[in-house]
């Protein structure tokens, strides 16, 4: 497609970074989010031309998401988790905003080294790795670069044996964070509530580790790293779930104490150990709290630019629906069913039907509660389907971010009323790292 992409009203404010040489895009600001009939009417005078299956960037509601984001981070810098978005050219243009956003989050190393061989910089791996090849292109990258080479991420002198056998022929040292369980541990550990990454828990876990990699000459400690998944990835506001919601408040203000004052510790104790270049924590969901502490450098973020479904109830901030799918109707098997090709694009985390797309627009859809969405068909019921006829178009979300580009080799970059570009995803390059 024609274009070149950017904020409706882009102006040029100084060179781009690595990723690329197009100007800076000024930082956005939000928008109002429209009515369904508003979008499904833009959309379909946007994709009029275009052959479903196909998935799509509202670029208009990722700059208003993007500038909630900055607006919650009260100056901090956001570090873009690509997990969440997959899509090498977005991440550029991500990159590319005036202010605000600021290096990457990625999610294994093949991807890392992938990003850096073509240019980005500032790259910080937010999970362990057990790939001893890639150690070793990482080890050569450190040589030639020391200071600026991707970071990886430890919490256990394992990892630090993998990373020393690996870099063995190399002397510069591999720079390393340490990432830190940030779940919360209500009745004295006997219930454990989010994620469950990192053994190092405690200031005391966490200066010890610090002290035996200031003991190795192979590794560098250059950060930390705190996800508090029970907080930024559980929404607060979710409608019809009174008591649920309560509960989840309760959990998230208790565990924000907690995660605020271990952080507090555990950075003090480090920095006594070595001197750190960042202190990384924080997801999309919440980064006004995250970016409140002292102790934090930088919040990472990754969801909230494409705003799939996970992100529709939070009391923190309202998102525009950024992401989605479109896919045409192929059958009507009775009065009120329209059936849609394919759609089985479930969701990773425990299997059940909160995991499936949601079919967005036309409003008045739903999904048929016996069949939900299908490897090769969806059934729809409701209203809209009824209106509904062969060759038309209807626009899912997912319901989780990044995942929707496993199953797209491009998207297609919508602004206003114009296509402005199609961009390939990771899976349309040619990569698939998980």
Not at 84 to 107: A, K, N
Request: charged content about 25%; aromatic content about 8%; some cysteine.
């Amino acid at each position: 497609m024609p274009g070149t992409d950017e904020n409706p009203t882009p102006t040029t404010t100084g060179e781009a970074n690595g990723a690329g040489e197009s100007a800076r895009i000024d930082t956005p600001t939000p928008l109002p989010i429209p009515t369904p009939t508003e979008a499904y009417e833009r959309y379909e005078e946007v994709f009029r031309d275009v052959r479903a299956p196909f998935a799509f960037l509202d670029l208009d509601a990722v700059w208003s998401n993007a500038a909630d984001m900055l607006r919650m981070a009260h100056g901090k810098p956001i570090r873009v988790a690509s997990k969440s978005v997959r899509c090498r050219p977005v991440l550029e243009r991500l990159l590319d905003l005036d202010r605000g956003f600021q290096g990457l989050l990625t999610f294994t190393l093949p991807e890392t080294i992938w990003l850096w061989e073509r240019g980005l910089r500032d790259l910080v791996l937010g999970y362990p790795t057990a790939d001893g090849a890639c150690l070793t292109r990482l080890a050569r990258i450190t040589a030639e670069h020391p200071d600026e080479a991707p970071v990886v991420m430890v919490d256990s002198s394992e990892h630090l044996d993998l990373i020393e056998a690996s870099a063995a022929s190399f002397v510069a040292p591999i720079r390393v964070a340490i990432d830190v369980d940030a779940s919360w541990w209500p009745l004295g550990g006997l219930l454990k509530i989010g994620p469950k990454r990192s053994p190092v828990r405690t200031a005391q876990q966490a200066a010890s580790l610090a002290r035996e990699i200031e003991r190795r000459e192979r590794v560098r400690l250059v950060g930390l790293m705190a996800y508090e998944g029970q907080i930024a990835g559980v929404g607060d506001d979710i409608p019809g779930k009174a008591i649920k919601n309560a509960v989840t408040r309760a959990m998230q203000s208790a565990s924000a104490n907690d995660v605020r004052d271990r952080r507090a510790e555990i950075v003090t104790a480090v920095s006594q150990v070595s001197e750190l270049e960042f202190v990384n924590g924080g997801g999309t969901g919440s980064i006004e709290q995250t970016a409140s502490e002292w102790a934090v450098t930088e919040v990472a973020a990754g969801s909230g630019f494409y705003a799939p479904v996970l992100f529709d109830h939070y009391r923190a901030f309202t998102l525009n629906p950024a992401a989605m799918f479109a896919l045409p109707v192929v059958r009507k098997p009775a009065p009120g069913i329209a059936t849609a090709l394919g759609g089985g694009y479930l969701a990773s985390g425990v299997g059940a039907k909160d995991r499936m797309p949601v079919p967005h627009l036309p409003a008045g859809l739903r999904l048929d509660p016996f069949e939900g969405t299908g490897e090769v068909q969806t059934p729809l019921v409701g209203p809209a389907a009824e209106r509904l006829s062969l060759g038309d178009r209807v626009y899912f979300r997912h319901i989780k971010a990044g995942e929707l580009c496993e199953r797209f080799d491009s998207l297609y970059l919508v602004t206003g009323a114009t296509i402005r570009d199609e961009v390939p995803t990771y899976r349309g390059e040619g990569r698939a790292f998980l």
